[in-house]
């Protein structure tokens, strides 16, 4: 089952920050977030496993809860370069071995003004 | 970081016609490679699982004599769609194992005219 991303959309000015959620029904092994640009294939941003870490890089961080079966994707003081759609992508606790087989969410449209 | 190229970038054909795209681990082997399918704005649908050395596993819905996936070494998968249509046009992307984490190709636009 598809994973329910939140926001659909969020226009942001340059500087301004963006939280974008990623829920899912099924318990989780993995949430991946990507993000893509028009026309181009997803560019991997960052993966969290479960235990509820946290992760980031520049100002783009994320979270994962286990329990709560939900992911957070913050972004801090957008850039224009911030502006595409956010996918996040999960593995279910389904006892699989390998990386890369997720089911993605309908993706969050994020654009950053100057 | 690992790179996963796809082959070609896009392609145009003609309704009827088979088209063949590569994906290739650059530098890693990848045991387990994945194709997924992306319709204009829509999200990222996984259509089969491609193993190497064995059959692939395709998702629900997904016909397997249409989309033919071979997996023939750890570094190369390849998706056949045969004879085309209007409505296979989308952007297909695959992804490769790399043990840790996952890389996607660049993805192939194909549009059947």
């Known amino acids: ?114 | 970081g690992a790179v996963v190229s796809q082959h070609p970038s896009w392609v145009i054909c003609k309704s009827g016609t088979s088209v063949k795209i590569e994906c290739r681990s650059l530098d890693f082997q990848a045991t387990t490679m994945f194709w997924y399918r992306q319709f204009p704005k829509q999200s990222l649908m996984l259509m089969a699982t491609s193993n190497e050395g064995s059959k692939a596993t395709y998702e629900q819905g997904v016909e397997k004599d249409k989309f033919l996936i071979n997996h023939a070494s750890l570094t190369l998968s390849t998706l056949t769609v045969t004879s085309a249509h209007p409505e296979d046009s989308s952007f297909y992307i695959c992804s490769a194992d790399a043990g840790t984490e996952a890389f996607f190709g660049q993805g192939t636009r194909l549009t059947v005219v």
């Open chain 1, 1 to 114: 089952q598809q994973p329910v991303q939140s926001p659909q959309a969020v226009i942001l000015r340059e500087g301004e920050d963006a939280v974008i959620n990623c829920s899912s029904s099924k318990a989780l092994y993995s949430v991946h977030w990507y993000r893509q640009k028009h026309g181009e294939a997803p560019v991997f941003l960052m993966i969290l496993l479960k235990g509820g870490e946290q992760k980031g890089h520049d100002k783009i961080s994320a979270s994962f809860n286990e329990k709560k079966q939900q992911s957070s994707l913050y972004l801090t003081a957008s850039q224009l370069s911030y502006s595409g759609t956010y996918f996040c992508g999960t593995e279910t606790n389904a006892g699989g071995t390998s990386y890369g087989k997720l089911t993605f969410g309908q993706g969050t449209i994020l654009t950053v003004h100057p």
